[in-house]
């Protein structure tokens, strides 16, 4: 079972269709989104119709629960920016576009080998880094066990071994941050990143992907996108 995975799109159809390519050579048996598709991005509805006609399997990142619940994304961000941002892509998407959402599961399990999330098995805004305490992470785990247990929502990529399982983050492929934002404001990096987890009988591969961009195209994408967080964005790439 080869897994490519993809995980914080956050509407960035420019970095979808490079990973999509770089994944395609790599090689892979089937494609699943850990969550955070559509907001903070300048092309929600692209992205959304991409993922629906590659058939793609969904988790519900925080982000896709907030198109779902307007109130959720006030208890979640300090920040009026994103509150408004967010709530001006619920407003653009239609009745159909929206109700993609509620296919979204909250985690996936693939037999013992795998199992996906999009923050922790718990919940979708915990944050799970290479530096959380171990006794912390089990807490996080839930009890979920697997071979290899693969999230998001940080926005940084990782790979750690914890009890003999291995946790895999695979960053994201939208918006990369080169640290920590620890709700702060980001520096985003001019790449799109996502992983393939390789599970075979006699042994386990990583391979954590980052595929560099145009930053120039970053930036035009971004042009003409009605959105409150459209300059910043667009400023990031400068």
Excluded at 72 to 90: F, G, K, W
Excluded at 168 to 193: C, D, H, K, Q, W
Aim: with cysteine; hydrophobic share 45%; glycine share 8%.
């Amino acid at each position: 079972m080869r897994l490519a995975l993809i995980s914080d799109l956050h509407a960035n159809e420019l970095a979808l269709d490079a990973v999509l390519a770089d994944a395609g050579r790599a090689g892979y048996d089937e494609l699943v989104c850990l969550g955070d598709v559509a907001t903070l991005g300048p092309r929600p509805s692209a992205v959304l119709a991409r993922l629906q006609s590659l058939g793609c399997r969904c988790i519900l990142g925080n982000h896709d629960e907030f198109m779902l619940d307007a109130a959720l994304v006030r208890s979640y961000s300090e920040s009026p920016l994103i509150v408004a941002s967010v709530d001006a892509t619920r407003e653009a998407l239609s009745p159909g576009e929206l109700a993609f959402f509620r296919t979204f599961e909250r985690t996936r399990a693939f037999g013992e080998d795998v199992f996906l999330f999009h923050g922790t098995p718990r919940s979708n805004t915990e944050d799970l880094l290479s530096t959380t305490p171990a006794e912390r992470v089990d807490e996080m785990l839930d009890g979920k066990r697997a071979r290899v247990l693969a999230g998001g929502h940080t926005h940084l990529q990782m790979l750690r071994q914890h009890r003999g399982m291995l946790i895999v983050n695979t960053g994201s492929l939208g918006m990369p941050f080169r640290e920590y934002a620890a709700g702060g404001p980001p520096v985003i990096l001019p790449f799109a990143e996502y992983a393939i987890v390789d599970v075979r009988a006699d042994g386990i591969g990583v391979d954590l992907r980052r595929v560099t961009l145009d930053a120039r195209a970053l930036a035009s994408q971004v042009s003409g996108w009605d959105n409150p967080l459209a300059a910043s964005l667009r400023a990031s790439y400068a």
